[in-house]
Structure formats: C-alpha cells, structure tokens
C-alpha cells in the first residue's frame, strides 16, 4: 500500500527593497503533485514577507506567510479540496564569529508515502554549530512537529533530534559523522528510529 509520488513546483516571487540588506516580498507558488493511486493535488500558496537583516547586521530572517489551497483529484473520495494558512518563517543569528544559532517555523502540504495521502506538517525547529577550530566543527538540532492528514482520521506528533560532526582535513575532504533520533506519537502509528551516518565529501 505504499506509493511513488512526483512533484514539480513553479515560484513567482517579488522583491521590494526597504534597506540596502532587507525587502518585502510578495508572490505566489504552484505545486502539482502526482501518485501512483491517482491521489493528485494542485496545491497554490499566495504570500508576503520579508528577506534580509531585521534589526541587527547579524540577525538574518526570511518568512513567507500566506494562505494555501490544495485541490484534490482523487476519484474514490471526492470533495477533499481544502484550504490552511502557511508559512516558512527562518531566523539565524551570526553574532559570535565560531557559532551560528539558527530557527524556525513552517507549514506546509505534504504527501505521504502510504496510499499517497495529503496531509499538514506543522513544525519548529532550534539548532547551532560551533567551529571549535579552523577544522573541526559540530552542530545539534531539535525539533517538533505535528502532521494531519485529510483524507483518514490521522494524527502525529513528532519529535526529533540531530547530533553531529565535522572535520575538513584539506581543502578537498571534507569528513562528517551524526546522530539522528526520532520519535513519532500517534493515534494509528507510534513508533522510533535512530540513524547514524557517516560521509566523505571530495572537492577538486
């Protein structure tokens, strides 16, 4: 019962410059996602918002806040077209020359794999990384969420959180390592997952 799905997305946004380094934005997006079971939705998000410094040179935002309709296609259930506020709200603060605190807020459509059925994600997120040298690094992240799908009584709250590592050992390599665990609660699925991955990246 589970399904493939694709998507393409054309974003129309416009730009208005208040300062040297911030602007308002204005603009709107069209996605079309397809299923393997004919579950199809046509989703459009209208928005404004802004992009650049707030406040201070070292305080970094881009938000996007609108209102999001998604038109279904499926023809075993019918009249599941629907509508819900959006946003994409991301904040970083650079203020200490080795570290980067970075946060954010989001809602969004989104597909699932089972049965390729529509569902809302709602999360937040807080995270850092800190340079403890010119070649060593680390970062850590937490976040939460919560999903609901639209065509089945569905619910899940999320909770996730990432550990790692970086090393670059020349200009070319570059090492990772880290730790990823997440805990899902809901009312037809709970389960947890832990992954640990290892890369190499090589850069000539």
Do not use: C
């Not at 054309?10 to 996605?31: C, D, E, N, Q």
């Not at 579950?39 to 992009?51: K, L």
């Not at 599941?80 to 980067?100: E, F, M």
Request: proline share 2%; no cysteine.
């Amino acid at each position: 019962r589970f399904s493939d799905h694709e998507s393409f997305t054309v974003p129309v946004t416009f730009y208005y410059k208040i300062r040297p380094k911030a602007s308002l934005t204005a603009g709107a997006r069209y996605r079309n996602v397809d299923t393997d079971t004919g579950n199809d939705f046509q989703d459009m998000y209208y928005f404004i918002g802004g992009v650049g410094e707030v406040f201070s040179p070292v305080i970094h935002a881009d938000i996007s806040v609108g209102y999001q309709t998604r038109d279904s296609e499926y023809a075993l259930m019918p009249d599941l077209d629907t509508g819900s506020a959006s946003y994409d709200v991301s904040l970083i603060y650079t203020g200490n020359p080795k570290a980067t605190v970075y946060g954010g807020i989001s809602r969004d459509y989104r597909t699932s794999a089972y049965n390729g059925y529509g569902y809302t994600f709602t999360s937040a997120s807080l995270g850092a990384r800190y340079s403890l040298s010119n070649a060593i690094g680390v970062n850590a992240q937490i976040a939460v969420g919560e999903s609901e799908y639209e065509q089945y009584a569905r619910q899940e709250d999320i909770t996730m959180f990432n550990i790692g590592a970086s090393y670059r050992a020349n200009d070319f390599l570059m090492l990772r390592a880290s730790y990823s665990y997440r805990d899902v609660d809901g009312d037809v699925a709970n389960y947890q997952d832990s992954e640990f991955r290892v890369t190499a990246s090589l850069r000539y």
